[in-house]
């Protein structure tokens, strides 16, 4: 029984050790399978969401009445439907009626079902089905958003968002109860989920392979090195009996496994070269003992076989300090371990290693330490480039909604430690439609790209400067004593963006109207004071295009004089 369990605890123990290894490297592949599915989800909840905040903004839109549609008959209000001057008849698409028009016409093109409900819903269409009505219960509890992956023979992602009640909805919803802020529903999105599965297929195939590979490899060695044990022991054994013989027998032996062993040697020195990573060994006092060819490489050190007795310190220091002192902090006994270490390479580049740097103990001190490197500068460049398109309009350069709301947040929140001010310019361009129609999106997104051009030029360093979509802009300025200061600026911006644009051939003119909201004196909220800023910017539309207006409180005060009439 012993012997028997002698064989075998090695071998469990490197099941143990390739097993845990596997499940793990299978749930990362699982994560990253859900927050692809999540990301997609999210991505059409909020463009549906943006267009619900238009569309309920603009007091909802009317369409003429067809069989595609007909009245809502769950939209109570007296000007539901209209006959327009021409003796056509209008109805309105209010947010949740244009979302189920659009949740139809996005299923048929794309397979992509967007269902609007809620926990209270006037439509019966609108009746949550119990994978909803679980995500509804979630977001009363806290929840901010709920995806899955649901199994079977066609695996479906899900993804659902609340819908929040904000102050253009309570004219509709006020009757359920709902005020500004409630969770009155939410927004599910469903979608196929083979292909996302399907992409993580040769991955898990890679894993499973890998792990299958080194278990063998590993239980391999185990018997070779226990065959070679119990071989020993027999000739010990037979010692006894002809030891004179065995002297030579033994001296001959200790040739062969000497040379085994070297062989041995230069095998595992092949297997360190060949791996993916970077590896260096050093001794307590932090001479070199081993190094691959791709720690070199990464780390910007000559060759490997020159850097063998040397201290490690001073050149590390040369290249990464953070990584010099991270491996003189685990030959003090702790293990470090950074995802992201910028290491200066020979070239005068720079790469950007994960890196892992774990002590050596032996009888309960510290004896070296193993130094492990991954090149990480490719995914940290998608990482980036990935953050970048997710704050950045892509046409222009300039920050988007969420970036600009986030930036907004911070510059509110340090004014009123401050006791500092704040203003949101809220810019729509007047006369870009007729652009866009006549000349083609090609000329309107250079005129755009213009103006964003010359809005960043118009403005300071401190300030920032956002596209909302469309033609609408806006601007976050601080560090100004008096709003005759910003209304200063807004004339700058005005007459930047009044100036003739010249796109090849083509001359094209437009102005813009802004409003202004200001911080604390109109609005404390972020929301607030961006939809202060929104109506301003209206009214100064409705006095006379190419001008500008403060919100005052609600009592709208054009820059120039007086008051605008509500």
Request: with cysteine.
């Amino acid at each position: 029984m012993r012997s028997k369990y002698f064989w075998l605890m090695p071998i469990v123990f490197w099941s143990l050790v390739v097993g845990l290894s596997f499940r793990w490297n299978w749930q990362q592949l699982d994560q990253q399978a859900y927050e692809t599915a999540a990301l997609q989800g999210r991505d059409i909840f909020r463009m549906i969401e943006a267009m619900r905040l238009w569309n309920a903004q603009h007091g909802g839109l009317y369409v003429m009445q067809s069989e595609m549609s007909p009245p809502n008959p769950y939209l109570d209000i007296p000007e539901r439907d209209l006959t327009s001057t021409s003796g056509k008849k209008l109805t309105m698409l209010n947010p949740a009626y244009m979302t189920r028009q659009m949740a139809g016409t996005i299923l048929e093109q794309t397979g992509i079902r967007v269902h609007i409900t809620s926990l209270k819903p006037i439509n019966p269409a609108n009746r949550a089905d119990a994978w909803e009505l679980d995500a509804l219960r979630r977001f009363e509890q806290g929840a901010r958003e709920f995806a899955e992956i649901l199994p079977g023979r066609e695996p479906l992602a899900r993804y659902m968002a609340p819908l929040v009640t904000r102050q253009a909805c309570v004219s509709c919803h006020a009757t359920q109860g709902y005020a500004v802020g409630d969770i009155r529903g939410g927004i599910s999105v469903s979608f196929p989920a083979t292909p996302i599965l399907n992409a993580q297929v040769p991955h898990k195939q890679a894993v499973a392979y890998g792990h299958a590979m080194t278990w063998l490899l590993l239980v391999a060695l185990t018997v070779y090195a226990m065959t070679r044990i119990r071989s020993h022991v027999a000739e010990l054994e037979r010692a006894r009996a002809k030891q004179e013989q065995l002297v030579e027998i033994r001296t001959r032996e200790l040739q062969a496994e000497a040379g085994e062993r070297r062989q041995a040697e230069r095998q595992l020195r092949h297997l360190v070269d060949s791996t993916s990573g970077g590896i260096v060994g050093v001794d307590a006092e932090g001479h070199c003992l081993v190094c691959n060819p791709t720690a070199a490489r990464l780390l910007g050190l000559p060759d490997p076989a020159a850097l063998h007795g040397t201290a490690l310190a001073a050149p590390l220091a040369g290249h990464s300090p953070h990584l010099a002192d991270m491996l003189q902090k685990a030959l003090g006994g702790t293990a470090q371990m950074d995802e992201a270490v910028p290491i200066a390479g020979a070239n005068g580049g720079e790469v950007t290693a994960e890196v892992r740097v774990d002590p050596i103990f032996e009888g309960g001190r510290v004896v070296g330490a193993v130094l492990s490197l991954v090149d990480a500068t490719e995914r940290q460049a998608r990482q980036r480039e990935i953050w970048h398109q997710a704050n950045f309009d892509h046409l222009t350069g300039l920050a988007n909604r969420s970036l600009f709301v986030d930036r907004l947040e911070r510059v509110l929140l340090l004014q009123t430690r401050s006791g500092g001010q704040a203003a949101v310019l809220f810019l729509d361009l007047d006369g870009f439609k007729p652009i866009n129609d006549r000349h083609g999106h090609a000329v309107g997104d250079a005129v755009l790209v213009e103006v964003a051009g010359r809005l960043t030029a118009s403005v300071r360093s401190t300030d920032i400067a956002a596209r909302f979509g469309g033609d609408e802009f806006v601007l976050a300025l601080t560090d100004f004593s008096d709003p005759a200061d910003v209304e200063a600026i807004a004339h700058k911006v005005l007459d930047a963006i009044a100036a003739p644009y010249r796109v090849g051939d083509i001359r094209a003119e437009l102005s813009a109207s802004i409003g202004i909201a200001l911080f604390p004196s109109d609005q404390q909220c972020t929301e607030m004071l961006l939809a202060a800023a929104d109506e301003a910017m209206y009214r100064a539309k409705q006095r006379r295009k190419g001008s500008c207006c403060f919100y005052a409180g609600g009592a709208f005060r054009p820059c120039a004089s007086g008051t605008v009439e509500p």
